[in-house]
C-alpha cells in the first residue's frame, strides 16, 4: 500500500517537475526574444553607485555568460530531480542510481548556490573595472537564499549518502534471501 501511494506522487511530482522545465525553457525563450539580458536590464539588476555611463563589452558578455549558465545548471538541476521522481515512481527507492542521482542534486545545488553567493561579487567588479582608482567597486554579499541554498545542497547531499548506505544494505540483504 505505502509504496504505491510513494510511486503516486512521485509519478505527480515527476509531471510537475516536467511542466516546470518546459514553463522554465518557454519563459527563457520569450525573455531573450522580448530583449532581455540588456544593458537595462544589467543596470537595473545592479545599480550601484559608481556603475559605468557605458560598461565594457566584456563585463556585459561575463554577466550574460554567468546568468546563463547559472539558469542552465538550474535546469539541469530540475532535471535530475524529474530522473529521482521518475525512479521512484518506478519502484526505484533504495537502489545505488536512484542515490546517485540525489547526490547531482545535492552536487547542483551546492554549484547553484556558490554561483548565487560569488557572480553577484564577480559582476559587480567586473562592471567598474574601468573606473578611474577610487570608483571601483567590491560588493561581497551573502543573503539568505544563497545561505538557504547552501542548507538544502548539504541536506539533499547527506540524503544521498545515507539513500546509498540504505541501497547497499537492501543488496546486502537479498543476498542472504
Do not use: H
Amino acid at each position: 500500500m505505502q509504496d504505491s501511494l510513494i510511486a503516486k506522487r512521485a509519478r505527480q511530482f515527476e509531471w510537475a517537475t516536467i511542466g516546470l522545465l518546459v514553463l522554465l525553457v518557454v519563459a527563457a525563450a520569450i525573455a531573450i526574444a522580448d530583449g532581455g539580458l540588456s544593458i537595462a536590464d544589467l543596470r537595473e539588476e545592479y545599480d550601484t553607485k559608481n556603475f559605468p555611463e557605458t560598461p565594457a563589452p566584456w563585463a556585459i558578455m561575463l554577466w550574460r555568460v554567468i546568468e546563463v549558465a547559472s539558469y542552465i545548471l538550474l535546469l539541469w538541476v530540475l532535471w535530475c530531480v524529474r530522473g529521482w521522481l521518475s525512479a521512484c515512481a518506478d519502484g526505484e527507492t533504495f537502489q545505488g542510481d536512484t542515490a546517485r542521482r540525489v547526490l547531482r542534486i545535492g552536487q547542483g545545488l551546492l554549484a547553484l548556490a556558490v554561483v548565487e553567493i560569488v557572480s553577484r561579487t564577480i559582476i559587480i567588479l567586473a562592471l567598474t573595472w574601468n573606473n578611474p582608482p577610487g570608483e571601483r567597486t567590491l560588493s561581497i554579499t551573502i543573503d539568505g537564499s544563497g545561505l538557504f541554498m547552501l542548507l538544502a545542497a548539504a541536506l539533499l547531499t547527506l540524503f544521498g549518502y545515507i539513500q546509498s548506505e540504505a541501497a547497499r544494505l537492501m543488496a546486502e540483504n537479498r543476498e542472504f534471501i
